[in-house]
């Protein structure tokens, strides 16, 4: 066991101020230097003040100090005897009182504290003393364990123990590090109440308790106060503060009504310092005390106060350490003055005092901040070079800056070295780096990283939420899944945040189920939902289109005694309206109101808006009323909903009127309510209404490809083919073709009008940009083809393979589209991604095969592909046919022409009237007018003219 005693901190100060002499004495709390030299005043609270700010380590000098063989033995009983009092009783009498001091410094169990007190206080010829007093409610604080020491405290009155500056000071100190900002400063006025002046240490413990609580200001006041030989209890009072709170492990009623400040008598008159004693015009002479005053200018942003504090008190002959030097550094560098931090970096090794390892970690926060990477390792590297080691926030801090810099290679260096350091990674890196391999891809390595570091006892269920919620954004539920279910230590209880996190992740990965079966689970583990469960389930439910499974989440939210918030009961009447349940979605409204939480526009406009879409005005203007008059302004959003109802049943007037209120809102209407009119208009073949939103669109910018279409469509329907493509064109110069529905626009106008190349280049460009056709886009597509030339047979059957899903069928058909409109190039680039490949295909894929390489003149490879498809065991078509006899007529094999025409003659191949005018063409390509005449002959008896011929069912229009 090692001994918390405060010796070795004094002999380390000594050690670094050798022009002081001492002799280690105990006095008071603390194990105090008498010093001999020329600064006299209050040199014992110099080093008093000193040991708080001196590294932890340094206490394991004092465990090798020599006591005597009973306190050693009394250790080893400790640890082996689970009875304290049987061990304890067996060496009655035999420790010294500085023994008995070290032995209650020691524990660190208030409650072994407290017995082991109570025996000491057993033993004959006790005397009470203040300093052990001191030590048991020092450790009682630290344990807040408030009603122990207020116990503690009474019966130190009892045995006539008046309590010191040091009691006063500790006491201020574990009240103020518990949080308990207000009954830490009614210990400074219980002082005054005493007749106890606060001397130097206890001053700065009252500066650092307000410091740490921010605030700044009542800590300068006290501070001035203090130097004028003066405390105002004024300055100390707090107006928020809540005389009845029972929330606080002591409120202020309770901590005046108590015996905590009735117990005990007087301080005797002559231990009370009188006026002089106290002196007016003091000025601290402890180091401690102005690297205190210098962070609370500096965490205040008051750096030039700071900087006086630190001129005065080298003024003054009080020397500066490396935590002034540190905070000076700090100070500077994070009001922007780096440079000055350098230059006192400089000074303070030039004074002699080295950087520690807290003055490398400033400099990483700092040179991150300014955003140079390269001094940040810098920095890093001279905590080594300097003989120094890197602490955790050394590694935290790296860690911090290479992970949000995304330097995985860097991380993983550090994280070796705190491996070989044998540390274990602070918590709070854990989700960062398991957020830098995840977001870099790293799933197998983020794995790894969670089985090594993440595994271990202690890590709290926060950490966990958050590593789950890394997984979760990135759509990975499962492996958040294995985190959340994963075998812990039984002390390690899933917190809310992790349930929430995980009924998260199942929402986006919409797995609606499992998202309630973990909140169904909850419960039966001791974990209450919050408002955030049930907002995130109703939400994802909501969102996923099951808002009956919203509105039963709601009722138990409210049965829950929770009250929804206006948002939550607007996603549920969105979704009810959005999947027409108007119906369930006005009685969410009516629930809503019930409860107490006043709808809002967004409520209002979602009602709106789906009896807009279903017709239904006069609902619609209903609610509409009531929304005016709960005082709601009308905002864009409703008027537009309101121009749809209109639209709905063609009342262009009324729609009108709308339209005219919203152009004296701020910034006029919205681009949909333009549209909305626009579509009105072009509905009732209004075109010069039409023209004119239409054109105060463009002028404005605002125009997008909806209007376009919308006005495509108005020409086209008018017969005013030219000016739609004129549309279409201004469409395309605008940059609005941004999707396939837009594409698609342009296309119809190009196909309506017989501009087929125009088709053919649109359809290149969409396929460039990486937009996929849809439906509409092969309608157009197969317009093009009809209108192109090619046969029904073909356009048929191209058709048939596209509505069944057929492989290649997409690429046959652009590839033919391509060749019909003249773009070889293009066509036989889109064929060679399906004839090179090693399959088999269907009959359409090879006639689309031979019909490009014969339209591109290339007849070899059209026949090659003839002799492939036989080779195949697929049978030749009529459409097969058609393109063959085209290749042949195109070479001049007039031998090939007659073979075809002969098999139809013979009856091998079904008479068909395109195959006749297939044969006549290629007749004419081969230069045989009289043949193709003799063919026209025979077309004409096997066809006569009034026999209607069969066309594909397409109209332009339609898309």
């Not at 500066?320 to 003055?337: A, W």
């Not at 008059?629 to 009342?651: C, D, R, W």
């Amino acid at each position: 066991m090692t001994l918390p005693c405060c010796s070795s901190k004094e002999l380390w100060l000594a050690h670094i101020h050798p022009s002081f002499r001492s002799e280690i004495f105990f006095t008071g709390n603390f194990l105090l230097p008498r010093f001999v030299g020329k600064r006299g005043v209050s040199e014992n609270l110099i080093c008093r003040a000193n040991i708080r700010n001196l590294p932890e380590k340094n206490a394991n000098y004092a465990g090798k100090r020599k006591y005597s063989g009973a306190l050693t033995s009394v250790r080893r009983a400790l640890e082996v005897e689970s009875d304290i009092d049987k061990a304890l009783n067996s060496f009655l009498g035999k420790l010294s009182p500085k023994e008995q001091t070290v032995l209650l410094k020691e524990q660190r169990d208030w409650r072994c504290a407290i017995r082991i007190f109570r025996w000491i206080k057993s033993q004959k010829d006790y005397v009470p003393n203040v300093i052990h007093y001191n030590v048991v409610l020092r450790i009682l604080g630290r344990a807040q364990q408030w009603d122990e020491l207020r116990l503690c405290w009474i019966e130190m009155a009892r045995d006539r123990v008046f309590p010191t500056n040091n009691t006063y000071g500790m006491l201020i100190d574990v009240y103020g590090k518990a949080g308990l900002l207000h009954e830490s400063l009614l210990w400074v006025k219980h002082m005054k109440i005493r007749g106890i002046f606060p001397d130097e240490v206890t001053m700065n413990t009252v500066l650092q308790v307000l410091k740490d609580a921010g605030e700044f200001d009542r800590a300068y006041r006290f501070y001035k106060d203090w130097c004028m030989g003066r405390v105002q209890l004024e300055n100390l009072e707090f107006e928020s503060v809540d005389l009845d709170s029972v929330m606080a492990p002591m409120s202020l009623k309770h901590f005046l009504s108590t015996e905590l400040f009735k117990a005990g008598e007087r301080i005797p008159p002559s231990k009370i310092l009188s006026s002089d004693e106290q002196g007016s015009n003091r000025k601290p002479r402890m180091v401690a005390t102005y690297n205190t005053l210098i962070d609370l200018y500096g965490k205040a942003g008051r750096l030039e106060d700071a900087s006086d504090a630190f001129a005065e008190m080298l003024r003054l002959g009080v020397e500066p350490d490396t935590v002034t030097f540190n905070t000076m550094i700090h100070i500077c560098g994070s009001h922007g003055h780096l440079s000055e931090s350098v230059s006192l970096l400089n000074k303070m090794e030039e004074k002699g005092f080295k950087p520690d390892t807290k003055t490398y970690n400033i400099f990483l926060s700092l040179y991150n901040d300014a955003g140079d990477i390269e001094a940040v390792f810098k920095s890093y590297r001279k905590i080594k070079e300097s003989g120094l080691y890197p602490d955790t926030i050394t590694y935290r801090t790296m860690v911090q800056i290479l992970c949000k810099r995304k330097m995985v290679e860097e991380v993983d260096n550090v994280l070796e070295e705190i491996e070989r350091a044998h540390i274990d990674v602070d918590q709070q890196l854990l989700p960062l780096v398991m957020d830098l391999y995840i977001n870099e891809g790293l799933l197998e390595k983020a794995k790894l990283f969670f089985d090594k570091h993440c595994t271990r006892e202690g890590i709290s269920s926060k950490n966990y939420a958050a590593i789950m919620d890394v997984y979760a954004e990135r759509g990975l539920w499962s492996e958040a899944e294995a985190i959340f279910f994963q075998k812990r230590d039984s002390s390690q209880r899933k917190d809310l945040v992790e349930y929430n996190v995980m009924i998260k992740a199942y929402g986006k990965a919409r797995l609606y189920d499992k998202a309630l079966s973990v909140f169904g689970s909850m419960r039966s583990s001791g974990t209450w939902p919050d408002e955030c469960t049930y907002n995130s389930l109703i939400q994802m439910l909501a969102g996923g289109e099951l808002p009956d499974n919203a509105k039963d989440l709601l009722g138990k939210m409210v049965e829950a005694g929770m009250r929804p918030r206006c948002e939550t009961f607007s996603v549920i009447i969105a979704s009810f309206a959005r999947s027409g349940q108007i119906s369930d979605a006005v009685e969410i409204l009516q629930e809503m109101l019930r409860v107490g939480v006043e709808p809002n526009h967004v409520i209002y406009g979602a009602l709106i808006n789906a009896f807009a879409e279903t017709g239904k005005v006069d609902e619609a203007f209903r609610y509409f009323r009531m929304m005016e008059e709960s005082g709601i302004p009308a905002n864009q959003i409703v008027l537009t909903s309101l121009i749809k109802a209109y639209n709905k049943v063609g009342f262009w007037k009324e729609a009108q009127k709308i339209y005219g209120k919203m152009k004296d809102l701020e910034g006029g209407p919205d681009i949909i309510a333009s549209n909305s009119m626009i579509n009105l208009y072009s509905d009732l073949g209004m075109i010069q209404e039409a023209e004119s939103i239409f054109n105060a669109l463009k002028q404005k910018g605002l125009a997008d490809g909806i209007s376009f279409a919308t006005m495509m469509h108005l020409y086209k329907s008018m017969g005013m083919l030219d000016e739609a493509i004129n549309i279409a064109e201004e469409m395309q110069e605008s940059g609005l073709l941004i999707d396939s529905t837009s594409f698609n626009s342009v296309l119809t106008s190009y196909a309506t009008n017989g501009q087929l190349r125009e088709c053919g280049e649109l359809l290149h460009q969409m396929l460039s940009r990486k937009l996929l056709p849809d439906w509409t886009s092969f309608k157009i597509m197969f317009i093009v083809l009809k209108k192109g030339g090619i046969p029904t047979e073909a356009v048929t059957q191209l058709q048939t393979a596209y509505e069944d899903g057929n492989p290649f069928a997409r690429q046959a058909i652009i590839t033919l589209v391509f060749s019909v409109v003249g773009l070889h190039t293009e066509a036989l680039e889109s064929c060679e991604a399906f004839a090179k490949a090693k399959v088999a295909f269907d009959s359409y894929a090879y006639n689309v095969a031979i019909y490009t390489y014969g339209a591109s003149g290339d007849v070899d490879k059209a026949l090659t592909m003839y002799m492939r498809m036989q080779d195949e065991g697929v049978a030749p078509d009529i459409v097969t046919y058609i393109n063959l006899v085209g290749c042949y007529g195109k070479a001049g094999l007039v031998e090939g022409v007659k073979r075809v025409y002969g098999q139809m003659n013979y009856g091998e191949i079904e008479l068909n009237e395109s195959l006749f005018h297939a044969i006549i063409d290629a007749y004419k390509d081969a230069g045989r007018h009289d043949l193709a005449e003799l063919v026209d002959q025979e077309m004409r008896f096997s066809f006569p003219e009034e026999e209607a011929t069969e066309s594909v069912n397409f109209d332009v229009e339609d898309s």
